[in-house]
T-cell receptor, first 118, second 108 residues
Protein backbone atom coordinates (compact mmCIF):
# COMPACT_ATOMS: atom_id res chain seq x y z
CA UNK A 1 0.00 0.00 0.00
CA UNK A 2 1.14 3.53 -0.77
CA UNK A 3 1.84 5.43 2.44
CA UNK A 4 3.07 8.96 3.12
CA UNK A 5 4.14 9.40 6.74
CA UNK A 6 4.75 12.96 7.85
CA UNK A 7 6.81 14.25 10.74
CA UNK A 8 5.13 15.50 13.89
CA UNK A 9 3.68 18.85 14.85
CA UNK A 10 6.08 21.71 15.47
CA UNK A 11 5.92 24.86 17.59
CA UNK A 12 8.49 27.45 16.59
CA UNK A 13 9.29 31.11 17.09
CA UNK A 14 9.35 33.73 14.31
CA UNK A 15 12.72 33.78 12.60
CA UNK A 16 13.54 30.16 13.37
CA UNK A 17 14.25 27.60 10.68
CA UNK A 18 12.37 24.37 10.16
CA UNK A 19 12.35 21.31 7.94
CA UNK A 20 9.43 18.89 7.92
CA UNK A 21 9.51 15.50 6.27
CA UNK A 22 7.34 13.05 4.37
CA UNK A 23 8.60 9.47 4.30
CA UNK A 24 7.02 7.35 1.61
CA UNK A 25 6.60 3.63 1.07
CA UNK A 26 4.72 1.19 -1.11
CA UNK A 27 5.79 2.59 -4.49
CA UNK A 28 8.87 3.59 -6.49
CA UNK A 29 9.74 6.95 -4.92
CA UNK A 30 11.92 8.14 -7.80
CA UNK A 31 9.17 7.75 -10.37
CA UNK A 32 6.49 10.08 -9.02
CA UNK A 33 6.43 13.79 -8.35
CA UNK A 34 5.69 14.60 -4.73
CA UNK A 35 4.28 17.90 -3.59
CA UNK A 36 3.11 19.99 -0.67
CA UNK A 37 -0.24 21.62 0.08
CA UNK A 38 -0.92 24.24 2.74
CA UNK A 39 -4.13 24.61 4.70
CA UNK A 40 -4.35 27.59 7.02
CA UNK A 41 -6.69 27.28 10.02
CA UNK A 42 -10.30 27.09 8.88
CA UNK A 43 -9.33 27.77 5.26
CA UNK A 44 -9.01 25.94 1.96
CA UNK A 45 -6.20 24.10 0.22
CA UNK A 46 -3.27 25.92 -1.43
CA UNK A 47 -0.65 24.46 -3.73
CA UNK A 48 2.90 25.03 -2.51
CA UNK A 49 5.11 23.18 -4.97
CA UNK A 50 6.45 19.88 -6.17
CA UNK A 51 9.68 17.91 -6.64
CA UNK A 52 10.66 15.01 -8.89
CA UNK A 53 12.91 12.86 -6.72
CA UNK A 54 14.83 11.24 -9.55
CA UNK A 55 16.49 14.48 -10.69
CA UNK A 56 15.34 16.96 -7.99
CA UNK A 57 13.51 19.09 -10.57
CA UNK A 58 11.41 21.43 -8.42
CA UNK A 59 8.54 23.78 -9.22
CA UNK A 60 6.89 26.27 -6.90
CA UNK A 61 3.61 28.10 -6.84
CA UNK A 62 4.33 31.81 -7.42
CA UNK A 63 2.87 32.51 -3.98
CA UNK A 64 5.51 30.34 -2.33
CA UNK A 65 8.53 30.90 -4.59
CA UNK A 66 11.41 32.12 -2.44
CA UNK A 67 9.49 31.46 0.77
CA UNK A 68 10.12 27.72 1.12
CA UNK A 69 12.44 25.05 -0.24
CA UNK A 70 11.25 21.64 -1.38
CA UNK A 71 13.68 18.76 -1.71
CA UNK A 72 13.85 14.98 -1.77
CA UNK A 73 16.32 12.30 -0.66
CA UNK A 74 16.09 9.27 -2.93
CA UNK A 75 18.15 7.10 -0.59
CA UNK A 76 15.46 7.19 2.10
CA UNK A 77 12.35 7.86 -0.03
CA UNK A 78 11.66 11.09 1.82
CA UNK A 79 10.56 14.54 0.72
CA UNK A 80 11.10 17.73 2.66
CA UNK A 81 9.60 21.20 3.03
CA UNK A 82 11.89 23.77 4.58
CA UNK A 83 11.78 27.34 5.87
CA UNK A 84 14.87 29.41 6.64
CA UNK A 85 13.04 32.08 8.65
CA UNK A 86 9.51 31.34 9.82
CA UNK A 87 6.78 33.93 10.11
CA UNK A 88 3.57 33.79 12.11
CA UNK A 89 1.70 33.62 8.80
CA UNK A 90 3.38 30.26 8.08
CA UNK A 91 1.23 28.69 10.81
CA UNK A 92 -0.84 26.05 9.06
CA UNK A 93 -1.29 22.38 8.35
CA UNK A 94 0.99 21.13 5.58
CA UNK A 95 0.15 17.99 3.63
CA UNK A 96 2.54 16.08 1.42
CA UNK A 97 0.91 14.52 -1.59
CA UNK A 98 1.90 12.23 -4.45
CA UNK A 99 1.18 13.25 -8.02
CA UNK A 100 -0.16 10.41 -10.13
CA UNK A 101 1.22 9.79 -13.61
CA UNK A 102 -2.07 11.25 -14.82
CA UNK A 103 -1.05 14.51 -13.09
CA UNK A 104 -3.76 14.60 -10.40
CA UNK A 105 -2.90 14.23 -6.71
CA UNK A 106 -3.74 10.76 -5.48
CA UNK A 107 -2.22 9.86 -2.10
CA UNK A 108 -1.97 12.29 0.82
CA UNK A 109 -0.02 12.33 4.06
CA UNK A 110 -1.86 12.92 7.31
CA UNK A 111 -0.50 16.46 7.63
CA UNK A 112 2.02 18.31 9.81
CA UNK A 113 0.74 21.19 11.94
CA UNK A 114 3.14 24.11 12.16
CA UNK A 115 2.56 26.79 14.81
CA UNK A 116 4.75 29.89 14.72
CA UNK A 117 4.30 32.15 17.72
CA UNK A 118 6.45 34.37 19.86
CA UNK B 1 -3.13 31.74 -13.19
CA UNK B 2 -6.25 29.65 -13.47
CA UNK B 3 -8.88 30.56 -10.86
CA UNK B 4 -11.27 27.87 -9.71
CA UNK B 5 -14.61 29.02 -8.26
CA UNK B 6 -16.81 26.62 -6.35
CA UNK B 7 -20.47 27.15 -5.57
CA UNK B 8 -22.29 27.24 -3.35
CA UNK B 9 -19.97 27.83 -0.42
CA UNK B 10 -22.33 25.87 1.81
CA UNK B 11 -24.98 23.36 0.78
CA UNK B 12 -27.59 22.24 3.31
CA UNK B 13 -28.97 18.83 2.40
CA UNK B 14 -31.08 16.19 4.11
CA UNK B 15 -29.79 12.59 4.28
CA UNK B 16 -31.00 10.66 1.27
CA UNK B 17 -31.26 13.78 -0.90
CA UNK B 18 -29.26 14.51 -4.01
CA UNK B 19 -26.50 17.13 -3.90
CA UNK B 20 -24.89 18.88 -6.84
CA UNK B 21 -21.71 20.89 -6.35
CA UNK B 22 -20.29 23.21 -9.00
CA UNK B 23 -16.75 24.15 -9.97
CA UNK B 24 -15.98 26.76 -12.63
CA UNK B 25 -12.57 27.49 -14.14
CA UNK B 26 -11.47 30.93 -15.35
CA UNK B 27 -10.28 29.25 -18.55
CA UNK B 28 -10.57 25.79 -20.02
CA UNK B 29 -8.82 23.00 -18.17
CA UNK B 30 -10.19 20.38 -20.59
CA UNK B 31 -10.87 17.31 -18.39
CA UNK B 32 -7.95 17.91 -16.03
CA UNK B 33 -10.18 18.25 -12.99
CA UNK B 34 -10.29 16.27 -9.75
CA UNK B 35 -12.59 16.31 -6.72
CA UNK B 36 -11.59 15.71 -3.11
CA UNK B 37 -13.51 15.16 0.11
CA UNK B 38 -12.14 16.43 3.41
CA UNK B 39 -13.57 15.64 6.81
CA UNK B 40 -12.56 17.56 9.95
CA UNK B 41 -9.10 16.63 11.17
CA UNK B 42 -8.37 14.47 8.13
CA UNK B 43 -6.40 14.77 4.94
CA UNK B 44 -8.33 15.22 1.71
CA UNK B 45 -9.38 12.05 -0.08
CA UNK B 46 -9.43 11.71 -3.87
CA UNK B 47 -12.94 11.03 -5.18
CA UNK B 48 -12.90 11.82 -8.91
CA UNK B 49 -10.19 12.47 -11.49
CA UNK B 50 -10.25 13.28 -15.21
CA UNK B 51 -13.54 15.05 -14.41
CA UNK B 52 -15.61 11.87 -14.28
CA UNK B 53 -13.54 8.84 -13.26
CA UNK B 54 -14.16 7.54 -9.76
CA UNK B 55 -11.05 6.75 -7.75
CA UNK B 56 -10.57 3.26 -6.34
CA UNK B 57 -13.01 2.46 -3.58
CA UNK B 58 -15.24 5.50 -4.09
CA UNK B 59 -18.96 4.62 -3.89
CA UNK B 60 -21.01 4.81 -7.06
CA UNK B 61 -23.26 7.50 -5.55
CA UNK B 62 -20.44 9.96 -6.33
CA UNK B 63 -20.26 11.07 -9.95
CA UNK B 64 -18.42 13.81 -11.78
CA UNK B 65 -19.35 15.54 -15.00
CA UNK B 66 -18.30 18.40 -17.22
CA UNK B 67 -15.35 19.49 -19.32
CA UNK B 68 -13.70 22.71 -20.38
CA UNK B 69 -14.57 25.22 -17.67
CA UNK B 70 -17.75 23.90 -16.04
CA UNK B 71 -17.81 20.86 -13.77
CA UNK B 72 -20.19 19.22 -11.32
CA UNK B 73 -19.87 16.70 -8.54
CA UNK B 74 -23.13 14.91 -7.78
CA UNK B 75 -23.86 12.80 -4.73
CA UNK B 76 -26.98 10.86 -5.62
CA UNK B 77 -28.24 10.02 -2.14
CA UNK B 78 -26.40 11.61 0.74
CA UNK B 79 -25.24 9.34 3.51
CA UNK B 80 -24.22 10.52 6.97
CA UNK B 81 -20.55 9.98 6.14
CA UNK B 82 -20.78 12.31 3.12
CA UNK B 83 -21.16 15.49 5.15
CA UNK B 84 -17.80 17.13 4.60
CA UNK B 85 -16.01 19.82 2.59
CA UNK B 86 -15.43 19.15 -1.10
CA UNK B 87 -12.69 20.73 -3.20
CA UNK B 88 -12.06 20.75 -6.91
CA UNK B 89 -8.53 20.86 -8.32
CA UNK B 90 -7.38 21.74 -11.82
CA UNK B 91 -4.17 20.11 -12.99
CA UNK B 92 -4.03 21.18 -16.63
CA UNK B 93 -1.00 23.25 -15.71
CA UNK B 94 0.71 20.40 -13.92
CA UNK B 95 3.36 22.56 -12.28
CA UNK B 96 0.89 25.13 -10.95
CA UNK B 97 -2.16 23.41 -9.59
CA UNK B 98 -5.17 25.37 -8.37
CA UNK B 99 -7.81 24.38 -5.86
CA UNK B 100 -11.29 25.77 -5.62
CA UNK B 101 -12.35 27.42 -2.38
CA UNK B 102 -14.44 24.45 -1.29
CA UNK B 103 -18.10 23.62 -0.72
CA UNK B 104 -19.23 22.54 2.71
CA UNK B 105 -22.05 19.99 2.61
CA UNK B 106 -23.93 20.17 5.88
CA UNK B 107 -26.95 18.45 7.35
CA UNK B 108 -30.20 20.32 6.81
Amino acid sequence: DVQLMQSGAEVKKPGESLRISCKTSGYTFNSYWIGWVRQMPGKGLEWVGIVYPDDSDTRYSPSFQGQVTISADKSISTAYLEWSSLKASDSAMYFCVRRDSGWFLDFWGHGTLITVSS
Amino acid sequence: EKVMTQSPATLSVSPGDRATLSCRASQSVYSNLAWYQQKPGQAPRLLIYSASTRATGVPARFSGSGSGAEFNLTISSLQSEDFAVYYCLQYKNWAELTFGGGTKVEIK
